[in-house]
């Protein structure tokens, strides 16, 4: 059973910037796809952003494009990274890392398609 942790969350102001992490708990855990979900306060949870195992493929919602960015380490452990920059008042909620062990290029915001979850960390983003 691969597990997910999360950490990074926090309360910023509007501007401010967020490094959420995601490390799985397996020393080798060859996942295809690494993605990032939210919840907004009072909506149903959403994509926000993907990346696959090389790094070299990356799908981000327009919500957040140009202002989150995915990545990884290379370690044993290959944490990935949502860095969260220029964060607004909209961006507040619980964000969750998704991991998918086969190939969901075709249907990766779907959430369905992921087989293990992190436990989620909060944002909140206020003046």
């Known amino acids: 059973q691969v597990q997910l942790a999360e950490s990074g969350g926090g309360s910023v102001q509007p501007g401010d910037s967020l490094r959420l992490s995601c490390a799985p708990s397996e020393r080798t855990s060859l996942w295809f796809h690494m993605g990032w979900f939210r919840q907004l306060t009072g909506k149903e949870r959403e994509f926000i952003g993907v990346?696959?195992?090389?790094?070299?493929?990356?799908?981000y919602s327009d919500s957040v494009k140009g202002r989150f960015t995915i990545s990884r380490d290379h370690g044993v452990k290959t944490t990935v990274y949502l860095q969260a920059a220029s964060l607004k008042p909209e961006d507040t909620g619980v964000y969750y890392c998704?991991?998918?062990?086969?190939?969901?290029?075709?249907?990766?915001?779907?959430?369905?398609?992921?087989?293990?979850w992190g436990q989620g960390t909060q944002i909140t983003v206020s003046s």
């Open positions: 998704a991991a998918a062990y086969s190939d969901i290029s075709s249907d990766f915001r779907n959430e369905r398609r992921y087989d293990y």
């Open positions: 990346m696959n195992w090389r790094g070299d493929r990356k799908y």
